[in-house]
């Protein structure tokens, strides 16, 4: 089993300027990571996703996350938020063997951009 | 355009009024799932389906029931609704690696 800690529930942040949002897992076996984001009212979308290989991936809308196995984090940057990156963003792990059908999902951190 | 849909986007209902969220997916997709979305939980699975008739309890089962009788429907029923069910629901499929999600149900229980 695998439990995810998403550090920050709220990120405010001014427009423009760089964003970092934290996660860290824990787990018995190899994981895959996901990121996912939730705009208001809507579902969840794939973000990014570390499968294997680079450890520094890119995701859409100039998101990167960089897997780091020794500090067991996967965070999540982009160097500049427009107010459109508002939204609620979810890291989650799958276990490696298998497939990442069995998802476990942090609490959330909801990144607000500012004018 | 593939897609998962679920019905109804919104319901309210009151206690013990037996109630079907349906789901529907068009990438034949084996693996179905169900969520709940609760403020400051993140998303907790309820059921998985690995298959036609392969159906598992996830993280928070009590209370839900599902049935996968064709690989496109994976609907979730709770049979006596309560409070503490009221949620945010998603449905997912999934191909390999990737998730792909419902636009939720907003459900209240009165």
């Known amino acids: 089993a695998q439990s995810v800690t998403q550090l920050d529930s709220q990120v405010p942040v001014f427009e423009e300027a760089p964003v970092e949002l934290r996660c860290n897992y824990s787990?018995?076996?190899?994981?895959?990571l996901f990121w996912y984001v939730q705009y208001p009212n809507q579902g969840l979308q794939l973000l990014l996703k570390?499968?294997?290989?680079?450890?520094l991936v890119k995701g859409i809308n100039g998101f990167e996350a960089e897997f780091n196995k020794s500090q067991t984090s996967f965070h999540l940057r982009k160097p500049s938020v427009h107010i459109s990156d508002t939204a609620e963003y979810f890291c989650?792990?799958?276990?490696?063997?298998?497939?990442?059908?069995?998802?476990?999902f942090g609490s959330g951190t909801q990144l607000t951009v500012l004018p | 355009e593939a897609q998962v849909t679920q019905n109804p986007r919104y319901l309210i209902t009151v206690t013990g009024k037996k109630l079907t969220v349906t789901c529907s997916q068009n990438m034949n997709h084996e693996y179905m799932s169900w969520y709940r979305q609760d403020p400051g939980l993140g998303l907790r699975q309820i059921y998985y389906?690995?298959?036609?008739?392969?159906?598992d309890k996830g993280d928070v089962p009590e209370g839900y029931k599902v049935s996968r009788k064709e690989k496109r429907n994976f609907p979730l029923i709770l049979e006596s609704p309560s409070p503490n069910q009221t949620s945010l629901y998603f449905c997912?499929?999934?191909?390999?690696?990737?998730?792909?999600f419902g636009p939720g149900t907003r459900l209240t229980v009165l």
């Open positions: 997912a499929s999934s191909l390999l690696n990737e998730q792909f």
């Open positions: 989650a792990a799958g276990p490696f063997s298998g497939s990442a059908r069995q998802l476990t």
């Open positions: 389906s690995m298959n036609v008739e392969v159906t």
């Open positions: 570390y499968l294997s290989g680079s450890t």
């Open positions: 787990s018995s076996v190899s994981v895959y």
